[in-house]
């Protein structure tokens, strides 16, 4: 059952603040600074926030600012908000003192359930009572993290999207000792910070689009274990494929078109029996070292000499043109 109070922590040594309104948070804390903590830094940065990050690598500042660096022409692009700046980003010598004034945390250590359970405690410790705190996991339930915590009601999943300073979509969800207002709060706060939200009722491992995008990975890597086709030939055949039609039209609708005039209704009675054909394989495939060292090398393959920072930019480019091109770019969010 979710708490229904909404009362703040009782623990004494946690500072205690009013949650602020969506709207009037300024200050946000980013805890773990690699690919998608340091995107949501120059997500917020552009957007406008105060933005403190801390992260234990001892390289973490030096490879933060340089994603924020590689980031920040894209979002100069797209336009940022007033008085936006990587200069309002504070790197943090401990981790109390990234959350102690902040107004929103949003977690993004490693995909390891008992690090996130550890992570999640300490962070509930240190941040001021009544402060929402998102963990960016890409898949475990919040139910599971939750558990160590003082005051778990005010923590909450807010799964985005790599990279999270341009694709949109964030999935909002809480556990089972999350309170709904928190819930409610992460999802407005992610909408005025100039993202588009779902918010979901229950939890499902992997959320929404990450049990789309397993399913889809797991065939590829099938595919790539058995040589059925190599790396470039499965990314070919969603770039010149269906992922045209996907960065506009999720992949229901698409298919009742394909129904033709029947709609969807036409499409079941049609296609609907070959869902039982052996096209997938609903297990994983061992991800042995042939498998993997044939999946990295098919992914240098497909670079075509491009270097990570090519593909980066080059992706950004594409994510900013798609989103123009379908009347989707977000606006610079003068909040
Ligand atoms: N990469 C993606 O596409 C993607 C997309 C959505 C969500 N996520 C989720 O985001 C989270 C971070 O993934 P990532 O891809 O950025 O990983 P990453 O390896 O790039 O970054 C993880 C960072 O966490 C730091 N870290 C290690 N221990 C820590 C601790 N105890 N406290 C705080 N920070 C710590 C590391 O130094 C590193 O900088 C994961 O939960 C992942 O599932 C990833």
Redesign the pocket.
């Known amino acids: 059952m979710p708490h229904t109070s909404d009362a703040p922590g009782t623990d004494t040594a946690r500072a205690s603040v009013p949650r602020p309104a969506p709207q009037d948070v300024r200050t946000v804390a980013c ?9 949501w830094v120059a997500h917020f940065l552009a957007r406008g926030y105060d933005v403190r990050a ?4 001892p390289d ?1 500042e030096a ?1 933060l600012r340089r994603l924020v660096d590689a980031a920040w022409p894209a979002l100069e692009r797209i336009g940022l908000a007033p008085g936006a700046s990587p200069a309002r980003l504070t790197v943090t010598d401990t ?1 109390e003192e990234a959350v102690s004034e902040a107004q929103f945390v949003q ?5 390891k359930l008992e ?2 359970r ?2 999640l405690a300490k962070l509930d410790a240190a941040t001021p009572a009544g402060i929402v705190i998102a ?5 475990y339930p919040m139910s599971d993290m939750q558990t160590e915590a003082v005051t778990p009601d005010r923590l909450v999943v807010g ?4 990279p999270p300073y341009l694709i949109p979509l964030v999935e909002v969800v809480g556990g089972e000792h999350t309170d709904a207002t928190a819930v409610e709060w992460a999802s407005r706060f992610y909408e005025v910070a100039g993202k588009s939200v779902i918010t979901m009722e229950r939890e499902v491992p992997g959320f929404i689009a990450n049990r789309l995008q397993e399913a889809l990975w797991r065939e590829a890597l099938h595919m790539v274990a058995n040589g059925e086709a190599t790396v470039r030939e499965i990314d070919r055949s969603i770039t010149e494929g269906p992922g045209l039609r996907w960065a506009f039209m999720g992949p229901m609708l698409t298919f009742a078109l394909a129904g033709g005039e029947g709609g969807m209704a036409h499409m079941l009675d049609h296609f609907g029996p070959s869902l039982k054909s052996p096209w997938t394989r609903l297990d994983a495939p061992e991800l042995d070292r042939a498998l993997y060292d044939a999946v990295v090398a098919g992914c240098e393959d497909a670079s075509d000499g491009r270097t990570i920072a090519d593909l980066v930019a080059e992706r950004d480019q594409g994510v900013i043109d798609v989103l123009r091109a379908t009347g989707r770019l977000p606006g610079t969010g003068a909040r």
């Open positions: 805890v773990g600074a690699g690919v998608i903590g340091g995107g801390w992260d234990p690598a973490a490879r981790l977690e993004s250590a490693p995909e690090l996130k550890e992570l963990s960016s996991t890409s898949g799964h985005p999207f790599n």
